[in-house]
């Protein structure tokens, strides 16, 4: 079975400058590893995702994420926030075998003063 | 192209009455998911189904809850008997295919009174 961690329920940070969202997954398989944004009474976008190869990933809004195996961590990282960035971040895990199947943490909600 | 429709956004039901959410997955998606959050939690897989079959359906509570993805029509999550433990955000999300990413709905805020 997989597991996420979010090691943070919230992180508040002021406009222009850089945050990390930590995140550190538990499985004995190999997986996929996935960030999605939650913004106030909307769905889950895709932010990024490993699948293999590179372990730094790039994704929209200029969000990127290292995916560091010996630590079992995929760490999300901005150099400079924006007040639009204010959202629910959550990290997710999916097995190589059942990747229809996803597993969520239980969220980072990302707060911007200006 | 649309994305995936859920209705209604919110549905209010009392204790004891049957809840229906509807899903319409992204045009030529086969494969639809639904996921339950709970307040201030993240989203945990409910089921998982195709066109006619349920594939997994490990998420899902052993009573009072269902899902069908008819040929025709759109994906139904039924709930039977409501309790205030069922008040949550339901997610639906469509693929195309296996292990291929999903996309997700702006969800159905479901409140028992």
């Known amino acids: 079975a997989q597991s996420v961690t979010q090691l943070d329920s919230q992180v508040p940070v002021f406009e222009e400058a850089p945050v990390e969202l930590r995140c550190n997954y538990s499985s004995s398989v190999s997986v996929y590893l996935f960030w999605y944004v939650q913004y106030p009474n909307q769905g889950l976008q895709l932010l990024l995702k490993?699948?293999?190869?590179?372990?730094l990933v790039k994704g929209i809004n200029g969000f990127e994420a290292e995916f560091n195996k010996s630590q079992t961590s995929f760490h999300l990282r901005k150099p400079s926030v924006h007040i639009s960035d204010t959202a629910e971040y959550f990290c997710a895990v999916s097995a190589y075998s059942s990747a229809s199947k996803i597993i969520f943490g239980s969220g980072t909600r990302l707060s911007i003063r200006p | 192209n649309a994305g995936v429709m859920q209705n209604p956004r919110h549905l209010v039901r009392r204790r004891g009455q049957e809840a229906r959410l509807r899903c319409s997955p992204m045009k030529g998606h086969s494969h639809v998911y639904w996921y339950r959050q709970l307040p201030e939690e993240g989203l945990k897989f409910m089921v998982y189904l195709q066109k006619e079959n349920i594939i997994d359906e490990s998420g899902m509570p052993k009573e009072r809850f269902s899902a069908e993805f008819p040929k025709e029509g759109p994906s139904i999550l039924r709930i039977q008997q409501v309790v205030r433990g069922d008040s949550a955000a339901y997610f639906c999300a469509s693929s195309p295919g296996d292990n291929q990413p999903q996309h997700f709905g702006d969800g159905t805020r479901l409140s028992i009174l």
């Open positions: 490993y699948l293999s190869g590179s372990t």
